[in-house]
């Protein structure tokens, strides 16, 4: 025996056509499968039986099954259990309550050859009722989900939703099968069809987060064009949500009134559609009105009556950024991305929240994301430099005691009592930093005259810096870069890296580095974007930047060197080129 959400070998997109034949011509196609267990139902009573039916055809009208199930809580793997079996003729209506019965046991093998039965006699008689058949096939393919057959299970589904459109079961069923050979883009679409005629289905709202982050991680952030199309249910069907389900509330109450009850069953269903959709219409107008006060108290009565409905999240979210009620709208936008995982407008609205609590780094974040999605949003590209320009300034540390220490002039006296001068201060310095002749690890760059300072922390690293950048002298640059070890370059960058900085130290690794010392320039990369702000810098970067970034990396992956490969150089350029 099988199980529903069983995965099953040798998956794939083998499935029969969904073009089945039309009823009046399903007899061939049903026989044939069923032929082989026919002859044991043909006995003494068979003419007798056939008879009845054909003055049942006649003289009365075929209700079907009568269900009512709670949309919550759907089994969509039980059979379609009849309130009134002798609203079908009484040979079908038989065979089709002994399936019910041993499905209920667990023998879906033997339930399957009832329904075969059940739906060959169906269409040999010719009767014309579609939404009878249509459950027949319906509850013939939860035999074959439960017993692992998913493509006849799929077969069948179409048939019952091609005899009766938009009913819940047979979609649910078909996507489950659907969804155990794999094929996830057809499961999406019929889970969502499915919540399309009632959200309340939890099991679909499960099953369609589930493959959501499955088709994310198959086709990437382009997964949307690649479904099929989720077709509109109209709202005839969405009122009608389950089979058979007119007639049931007449039937349902008749029974009660014969037991003694008096309390009338109302369609509960449709009247809590009408006024959801009744508050949600409200909603929106109090918004274009900009009553967004009055527009959140509509969309949390909607809520009450369907909280897993998306869009309803992100319009209050909406009305609470109007507000300045930033962490209720991020509230709102967790909720929605839980139910959706990929809602454009959720992560929008998300990181507007954000950037109104001020958390400009996740306000990145989010904003990056939208743009993943979709790379085309203008207004989405705006926020994120703005974003992002927040971000640079809120994280500099204010520098204003550095800028005002008090300068000491020390004068240094030499071994003959003489006062140094400023230029042998400087060449003092210098050599000690650079190191003795025979000490060549800084001198083979190439560059005999270096920096007149002894950078020992970052203040000191980033006033040379921005003397560097403000006369955008790349030589001068690369003269900086040779005189501080790589594994330093990040604590003495400190959380000044910026735009400027960054492409300012790119030209000299590129121009002036790279032909002297490859593996200082490797070196120097492999730290750079451990920096505190290279992650947010790297956003930042425009066509011509990126474009001296990968010339870089280029020129760097061509040099043959015993410390590193092409390949890892390759993997380098990842943390820049994304």
Request: charge should be negative; aromatic fraction near 6%; include cysteine.
């Amino acid at each position: 025996m099988g199980n529903a959400q069983r995965k099953f070998p040798g998956r794939g997109d083998g499935g029969p056509q969904t073009e089945d034949k039309p009823p009046s011509t399903a007899k061939k196609a049903q026989t044939k499968r069923g032929s082989s267990e026919k002859g044991s139902y043909q006995g003494a009573n068979q003419a007798k039986e056939q008879g009845q039916i054909s003055e049942f055809k006649r003289n009365g009208s075929y209700a079907g099954d009568q269900t009512s199930p709670s949309s919550s809580g759907t089994d969509s793997s039980r059979p379609d259990v009849p309130v009134d079996s002798g609203a079908l003729p009484p040979a079908i209506a038989r065979l089709k309550s002994q399936g019910n019965e041993l499905f209920k046991s667990g023998q879906f093998s033997e339930a399957l050859l009832k329904y075969t039965q059940a739906i060959n006699d169906f269409t040999e008689a010719e009767i014309d009722s579609p939404g009878d058949l249509s459950i027949l096939f319906s509850n013939r393919a939860a035999c074959f989900l439960k017993d692992g057959n998913c493509s006849d299970c799929i077969q069948d589904s179409t048939r019952a939703l091609e005899l009766q459109p938009f009913t819940v079961k047979p979609l649910l069923r078909r996507a489950m099968a659907y969804e155990s050979l794999e094929r996830y883009r057809q499961a999406y679409v019929d889970y969502k069809t499915v919540l399309q005629i009632d959200s309340g289905v939890q099991s679909a709202n499960d099953s369609v987060n589930r493959i959501t982050r499955l088709l994310i991680d198959q086709d990437g952030h382009s997964w949307r064009d690649k479904l099929p199309e989720i077709p509109a249910v109209p709202i005839s069907a969405q009122q009608n949500k389950w089979e058979g389900t007119s007639g049931n509330c007449e039937q349902t109450q008749q029974k009660a009134n014969e037991s003694g009850g008096t309390k009338p069953v109302q369609d509960t269903g449709k009247k809590t559609e009408a006024l959801f959709l009744s508050h949600k219409q409200e909603g929106n107008d109090f918004v274009k009105k900009g009553q967004y006060k009055d527009a959140i108290e509509k969309y949390t009565e909607c809520l009450k009556l369907k909280p897993s409905e998306t869009a309803v999240y992100t319009n209050r979210a909406l009305c609470n950024l109007k507000l300045n009620q930033y962490e209720e709208a991020k509230q709102d936008c967790d909720s929605a991305l839980q139910l959706e995982p990929s809602n454009m407008k959720a992560f929008y609205r998300r990181a507007m929240a954000h950037k109104g609590l001020q958390d400009y780094a996740y306000c990145v974040d989010d904003l990056k994301e939208v743009l993943r999605l979709d790379p085309n949003v203008a207004e989405a590209e705006k926020e994120l430099q703005e974003a992002a320009d927040l971000l640079s300034k809120q994280s500099v540390v204010p520098d204003s005691q550095e800028k005002h220490r008090k300068k000491i002039q020390i004068q240094e006296v030499n071994d003959h009592g003489e006062e140094e001068t400023e230029n042998a201060r400087d060449r003092k310095e210098v050599n000690h930093h650079v190191g003795t002749e025979g000490d060549n690890e800084i001198n083979h760059c190439g560059y005999e005259n270096m920096f007149p300072l002894q950078l020992t922390n970052a203040y000191e690293f980033g006033q040379a810096l921005n003397a560097v950048k403000s006369k955008e002298d790349v030589a001068a640059c690369a003269k900086l870069l040779c005189s501080v070890e790589p594994e330093n370059l990040p604590s003495l960058m400190s959380n000044k890296l910026e735009v400027e900085s960054f492409t300012i130290i790119i030209q000299a690794l590129d121009s002036h580095l790279l032909q002297k010392d490859p593996k200082l320039v490797y070196r120097h990369l492999v730290h750079l974007h451990e920096a505190e702000r290279f992650k947010m810098v790297s956003l930042l970067l425009g066509k011509t930047e990126r474009e001296q970034v990968k010339q870089l990396f280029d020129h760097l992956s061509t040099v043959e060197s015993a410390q590193f490969t092409s390949d890892d150089v390759q993997n380098l350029a990842k943390h820049y080129l994304f």
